[in-house]
Each structure stands twice: as C-alpha cells, then as structure tokens.
C-alpha cells in the first residue's frame, strides 16, 4: 500500500540555522500539506498546496516558512531560520482531492538547540 | 470561529465497557467531520468520516448539526483500541483539516 514518506524522523539544529523537512506524497496525489504538533498540543495546519502553488496558509506560516516541490515528487518544507519554538512534530499528507481522506506521513521531530 | 473541541484528554476504560468520545465543533458552513486515529509509534489514520456512515473497527460517529457535534462511539472496547483520537474537520475548499486537541483512549485489561 502506497505511503507517504518523510525525511528525516529526527533532526535536531542550532537556534538561527536553516531546515528542510523532506516529504514523498503518494505519486497520484494532487493536494499536499504540512502540519504541526508542538508538544502537548494540537495538531495545527501550517500549508496547503495544489497545481504547484500555494492554496492557503495559516497565521504560523510566516516568511521564514517556504515549500516547493522541486521535482515532482518530493515537496519540502525550508524553515529559513529556526527558533526555539519551532520545535514540533511536523506532518505531511496528501489527498486525490479536496475531500477524500488525507493520508499522513511519520512525522518529522525537529528539535531546535 | 471554525474550531474543534475535544473535551477530555483521557478516557479509560476497560475492556468491554461502551466507549463514547466527545467531539464539538464551531463552523459557520456544512462541516465535514472526521476522526483520525493514531496508534502508538505510528502515523495518523483516517479512522471515519461522517458522510459515509460507516462503521470501522466497530465505531461509529453520528454528526449532530444541531448540538454541533460527532461522536464517536463503540459499544464494546478492545484492548487494541488503546490509542490517541483526534476529532477533524475538513475547512474551505483546500481540504485543509482543522483538529480537535485529542483524547488518549486507554482500555485496561
């Protein structure tokens, strides 16, 4: 059964360094996100992105948010310089559409020192 | 406000015993709701959604639009049924999903 996969499960950086999170939505896919969890907290939408631009946005994804999906399989998620919290889980998911189920990936757990 | 209230974070139960999560939602359209489970070390999964009323795992989920509500509900807990589920809905026309806060479901033996 296809999956979406991320890259990496863990990664940990420097308060100010650059990050980015790697995703493999399922190839027939056309809608792609990004979500995050903050410890103890809900999982928030960050971004959605559709026909290779983005569809909506939330109020975390500010300027030092980016995505692309510079290859027609991955879809990245740069985070241009992390804070400290930014530290979170951070999801990728996939649909065929607007309405079916979302698939999620494993997760990525950024840690920022 | 569009919002998703999940009002316990822990519900347990034991083996057996009928099991009902709460799920309260806030959106000003036609919603359209979701319960995704997460089971321990793995990914999110779609568990059910209210528009195709079905029963998965033996859950159930009615949406109630005037109490703003959907529910999820299993007569007979499992031991297997120990897990986080997390209330959703899908808002706009990106299908972006909004979630509730989660309910760590604990079965004792």
């Known amino acids: 059964e296809p999956e979406v996969t991320q890259t990496p499960s863990h990664q940990v950086t420097q308060m100010g360094q650059e990050v980015i999170l790697r995703c493999v939505p399922i190839?027939?896919?056309?809608?792609f996100y990004w979500y995050r969890q903050i410890l103890g907290q809900k999982v928030e939408f960050l971004v959605s992105?559709?026909?290779?631009?983005?569809?909506?946005k939330s109020e975390i994804f500010d300027d030092q948010f980016s995505v692309e999906r510079p290859d027609g399989s991955n879809f990245t998620l740069k985070i241009r310089s992390t804070k400290l919290e930014d530290s979170a889980m951070y999801f990728c998911?996939?649909?065929?559409?607007?309405?079916?189920?979302?698939?999620f990936g494993q997760g990525t757990r950024l840690t920022v020192v | 406000a569009q919002r998703v209230t999940q009002p316990e974070k822990l519900l347990s139960v034991f083996k057996g015993a009928p099991v009902e999560l709460k799920c309260n939602y806030s959106?000003?359209?036609?919603?359209?709701l979701f319960w995704y489970v997460q089971y321990s070390r793995q990914r999110l999964q779609l568990l059910l959604r209210?528009?195709s009323r079905e029963s998965i795992k033996g859950f159930t989920a009615d949406l109630n639009k005037g109490e703003t509500s959907f529910h999820l509900k299993k007569p007979f807990a499992q031991e297997e049924d120990s897990a986080m589920y997390y209330c959703?809905?899908?808002?706009?026309?990106?299908?972006?999903?909004?979630f509730g806060q989660g309910t760590t479901l604990q079965v004792k033996p």
């Open positions: 959703a809905l899908s808002s706009g026309n990106t299908g972006k999903l909004i």
């Open positions: 998911a996939s649909n065929r559409g607007q309405y079916p189920e979302a698939f």
């Open positions: 959106y000003s359209g036609s919603p359209e």
């Open positions: 209210h528009i």
């Open positions: 190839s027939n896919h056309l809608y």
């Open positions: 992105f559709y026909n290779n631009e983005i569809s909506e």
